[in-house]
């Protein structure tokens, strides 16, 4: 088992601006996607935006994974490979986002629908959402910070 390595004010700052480049990334790759796009053109644009920010990829290279992000369409479990499958209105899109920057990586995800979504689908989204809000609440209102 490795050791914990406690962070330093220093190294929770820079954790915070990994996540925050990772956020804006994400926030960028969210409004790109639209019916028409592929995913492979979802990847290159997110490398653009991960290199405009100053990061580079944490996924691109890590155990052979040939993409910047993960993209996982309708059925599609999490992790999904970039490729030349064209985003149709009413697609449920996963972005997974991991981006170093200055020694930190920040990770995110977010799902959406390609223009819009059925309502059993808007929904599920709805449900899914308000759960992870549910347990990021209860989280940090059992944690202490030290």
Same mark, same amino acid.
């Given at each position: 088992?490795?050791?914990?390595? +406690?962070?330093?004010?220093?190294?929770? /700052?820079?954790?915070?601006?990994?996540?925050?480049?990772?956020?804006? $990334?994400?926030?960028? &790759?969210?409004?790109?996607?639209?019916?028409?796009?592929?995913?492979?053109?979802?990847?290159?644009?997110?490398? !653009? #935006?991960?290199?405009?920010?100053?990061? #580079? =990829?944490?996924? +691109?290279?890590?155990?052979?994974?040939?993409?910047? *992000?993960?993209? %996982?369409?309708?059925?599609?479990?999490?992790? !999904?490979?970039?490729?030349?499958? /064209?985003?149709?209105?009413?697609? &449920?899109? =996963?972005?997974?986002?991991?981006?170093?920057?200055? %020694?930190?990586?920040? @990770?995110?995800? #977010? *799902?959406?629908?390609?223009?819009?979504?059925? $309502?059993?689908?808007?929904? +599920?989204? @709805?449900? *899914?959402? #308000?759960?992870?809000? +549910?347990?990021?609440?209860?989280?940090?209102? =059992? %944690? *202490?910070? $030290?």
């Amino acid at each position: 088992m490795g050791k914990i390595i +406690l962070k330093t004010g220093a190294d929770l /700052e820079a954790m915070r601006a990994a996540c925050v480049v990772a956020a804006k $990334v994400l926030a960028d &790759i969210i409004a790109y996607v639209k019916p028409g796009v592929t995913t492979n053109q979802v990847d290159n644009f997110a490398a !653009g #935006r991960i290199k405009f920010y100053g990061g #580079r =990829s944490a996924f +691109l290279g890590y155990r052979k994974y040939p993409c910047h *992000t993960c993209i %996982s369409v309708n059925e599609e479990v999490v992790h !999904g490979l970039a490729n030349e499958r /064209e985003l149709r209105f009413g697609d &449920i899109v =996963s972005v997974d986002v991991g981006v170093v920057y200055k %020694s930190f990586i920040g @990770d995110n995800a #977010r *799902t959406v629908a390609v223009g819009g979504c059925g $309502v059993l689908a808007q929904q +599920l989204m @709805d449900v *899914t959402e #308000r759960a992870l809000k +549910l347990g990021i609440a209860a989280a940090v209102a =059992s %944690s *202490t910070v $030290v």
